[in-house]
């Protein structure tokens, strides 16, 4: 498998030949990039301070060490967050008053995945020309290790307290509604971090919970994207154990689904939706979401009297959209809760005190609530591709066979077909070698068709 470098960070497989795979020279070269880009930014300081945080990957104690040591190495004193969901670390950044962060996480890739996602003094994604700025000194490896006595210094800290205190303390979260309410959940942690800090945080909240897959191994117990064929095992439990719930994060928690009381998913691009929906009904303001996400959340949000945003896949792009537009929420319809007067990222803690605020609120079922929300059906498809340089011509080969309906380039290719209130999006992933393909539509099988006829096109060419 092919390293992937993108303003995401750095990824691939553990173990392959160099090149191939995300070796311990890639880590130290990017690592030291990271650090000397740092210190570009920050000249004026004398001292500089990293957090490192990780999910439970099998590989994460091999990668926390090469990262830490490599950070030390450059003269740089490193907070090791040890464990930590991707939001968690987010907000260390915060709460530490540090120069950045790195996150050890491939997210919702497989366990022989891993990753370096890259954060600024904000606890924020890197944006494009610090991405790129940072690719070019590790390529022409400008890195800068000084003497032994400015050698970093490592101290350690758990902030999963601090981010679930954060959480409870979130003005729009209803504790005393929530603890009235007498929730039960049945958790599906997928063998990382959500093991360590959900069941923390249904503790706080006052929510009786069980968890499945709860080890924090690394040996994940199915595909860890919170899909719903991959969520078979928790569907059943959430009726078995007769819970008012069930909730889905995926290996760094920043991702979050629910499945309904009766055992049926709530829907992940309906995620977003219901939480929005709650915040909207407290406070007015612009919401975003990416172009690959559903209508759905348009249609709540200009219900509400507000106005909905799009933007380019990606959270760094949905946060700066949301800065843009002063949005009062948003994120991404892969169930990425962003919660700007929190922090600017995905963070699945939140969004989930969010959603059950919500329940109580309208003492609604889950069945109940996605009822409200209007029906789109959104079909996920993916093609894998050997020479990422065809991509561009395939998408404009698609382009002219549409040409007559309405075309959005922003971020690969969006078509829209207003009559029918349906769309595709066509686009390359930033970290995998594949194409999407996401089509929308108020019935199943008029998504699914749609999906198909475009796949259909792609395999002809």
């Given at each position: 498998?092919?390293?992937?470098?993108?303003?995401?960070?750095?990824?691939?497989?553990?173990g392959g030949e160099v090149g191939n795979a995300l070796t311990p020279i890639d880590i130290v070269k990017f690592t030291s990039a990271y650090a000397?880009?740092?210190?570009?930014?920050?000249?004026?300081?004398?001292?500089?301070?990293?957090?490192?945080?990780?999910?439970?990957?099998?590989?994460?104690?091999?990668?926390?060490?090469?990262?830490?040591?490599?950070?030390?190495?450059?003269?740089?004193?490193?907070?090791?967050?040890?464990?930590?969901?991707?939001?968690?670390?987010?907000?260390?950044?915060?709460?530490?008053?540090?120069?950045?962060?790195?996150?050890?996480?491939?997210?919702?890739?497989?366990?022989?995945?891993?990753?370096?996602?890259?954060?600024?003094?904000?606890?924020?994604?890197?944006?494009?020309?610090?991405?790129?700025?940072?690719?070019?000194?590790?390529?022409?490896?400008?890195?800068?290790?000084?003497?032994?006595?400015?050698?970093?210094?490592?101290?350690?800290?758990?902030?999963?307290?601090?981010?679930?205190?954060?959480?409870?303390?979130?003005?729009?979260?209803?504790?005393?509604?929530?603890?009235?309410?007498?929730?039960?959940?049945?958790?599906?942690?997928?063998?990382?971090?959500?093991?360590?800090?959900?069941?923390?945080?249904?503790?706080?909240?006052?929510?009786?919970?069980?968890?499945?897959?709860?080890?924090?191994?690394?040996?994940?117990?199915?595909?860890?994207?919170?899909?719903?064929?991959?969520?078979?095992?928790?569907?059943?439990?959430?009726?078995?154990?007769?819970?008012?719930l069930g909730v889905s994060v995926d290996p760094d928690v920043d991702r979050l689904a629910f499945i309904c009381e009766t055992g049926v998913p709530?829907?992940?691009?309906?995620?977003?939706?219901?939480?929005?929906?709650?915040?909207?009904?407290?406070?007015?303001?612009?919401?975003?979401?990416?172009?690959?996400?559903?209508?759905?959340?348009?249609?709540?949000?200009?219900?509400?009297?507000?106005?909905?945003?799009?933007?380019?896949?990606?959270?760094?792009?949905?946060?700066?959209?949301?800065?843009?537009?002063?949005?009062?929420?948003?994120?991404?319809?892969?169930?990425?809760?962003?919660?700007?007067?929190?922090?600017?990222?995905?963070?699945?803690?939140?969004?989930?005190?969010?959603?059950?605020?919500?329940?109580?609120?309208?003492?609604?079922?889950?069945?109940?609530?996605?009822?409200?929300?209007?029906?789109?059906?959104?079909?996920?498809?993916?093609?894998?591709?050997?020479?990422?340089?065809?991509?561009?011509?395939?998408?404009?080969?698609?382009?002219?066979?549409?040409?007559?309906?309405?075309?959005?380039?922003?971020?690969?290719?969006?078509?829209?077909?207003?009559?029918?209130?349906?769309?595709?999006?066509?686009?390359?992933?930033?970290?995998?070698?594949?194409?999407?393909?996401?089509?929308?539509?108020?019935?199943?099988?008029?998504?699914?068709?749609?999906?198909?006829?475009?796949?259909?096109?792609?395999?002809?060419?």
């Amino acid at each position: 498998m092919t390293l992937i470098k993108s303003i995401s960070g750095i990824r691939g497989t553990i173990g392959g030949e160099v090149g191939n795979a995300l070796t311990p020279i890639d880590i130290v070269k990017f690592t030291s990039a990271y650090a000397k880009q740092l210190k570009k930014k920050f000249p004026e300081k004398d001292e500089y301070e990293v957090v490192v945080g990780r999910d439970a990957r099998i590989s994460g104690e091999m990668v926390d060490s090469i990262v830490c040591g490599t950070l030390m190495a450059c003269g740089i004193n490193v907070v090791n967050a040890g464990l930590a969901s991707t939001p968690t670390t987010e907000m260390a950044v915060l709460f530490e008053h540090s120069d950045g962060g790195i996150i050890l996480t491939a997210s919702h890739n497989p366990k022989q995945w891993n990753a370096l996602k890259l954060l600024n003094e904000k606890g924020e994604f890197l944006n494009a020309e610090e991405g790129d700025n940072l690719l070019k000194i590790a390529e022409d490896e400008d890195f800068d290790y000084p003497g032994v006595e400015k050698t970093g210094k490592l101290k350690k800290r758990d902030f999963t307290d601090a981010h679930i205190n954060a959480v409870i303390n979130y003005p729009l979260v209803d504790l005393k509604a929530i603890k009235k309410a007498r929730f039960s959940v049945v958790l599906d942690s997928i063998n990382s971090v959500g093991g360590i800090v959900m069941p923390e945080l249904f503790k706080a909240l006052g929510v009786k919970c069980y968890v499945i897959n709860g080890e924090p191994d690394g040996d994940f117990a199915h595909n860890p994207e919170p899909l719903p064929a991959n969520l078979v095992d928790l569907c059943e439990e959430v009726k078995r154990q007769d819970a008012d719930l069930g909730v889905s994060v995926d290996p760094d928690v920043d991702r979050l689904a629910f499945i309904c009381e009766t055992g049926v998913p709530f829907g992940e691009e309906y995620t977003l939706v219901a939480v929005s929906d709650y915040v909207l009904s407290q406070k007015k303001g612009p919401t975003v979401s990416n172009i690959s996400s559903s209508r759905a959340l348009k249609d709540v949000t200009e219900a509400h009297g507000c106005e909905y945003f799009t933007c380019k896949v990606g959270e760094v792009n949905a946060s700066t959209e949301m800065q843009r537009v002063g949005a009062v929420i948003g994120g991404e319809g892969n169930g990425g809760v962003i919660v700007p007067d929190l922090h600017y990222g995905r963070d699945a803690l939140i969004g989930v005190a969010l959603f059950l605020s919500n329940l109580a609120h309208k003492k609604m079922t889950a069945s109940e609530l996605r009822a409200t929300y209007p029906d789109y059906f959104v079909s996920k498809n993916k093609i894998e591709i050997s020479d990422p340089s065809q991509v561009d011509g395939m998408l404009t080969a698609v382009q002219k066979h549409y040409a007559a309906e309405k075309i959005t380039t922003i971020d690969g290719l969006r078509v829209d077909f207003e009559a029918e209130k349906k769309w595709f999006v066509l686009r390359k992933s930033n970290t995998e070698p594949i194409i999407r393909i996401y089509a929308e539509a108020p019935k199943e099988e008029s998504a699914e068709a749609l999906a198909q006829e475009v796949i259909s096109i792609i395999k002809a060419l």
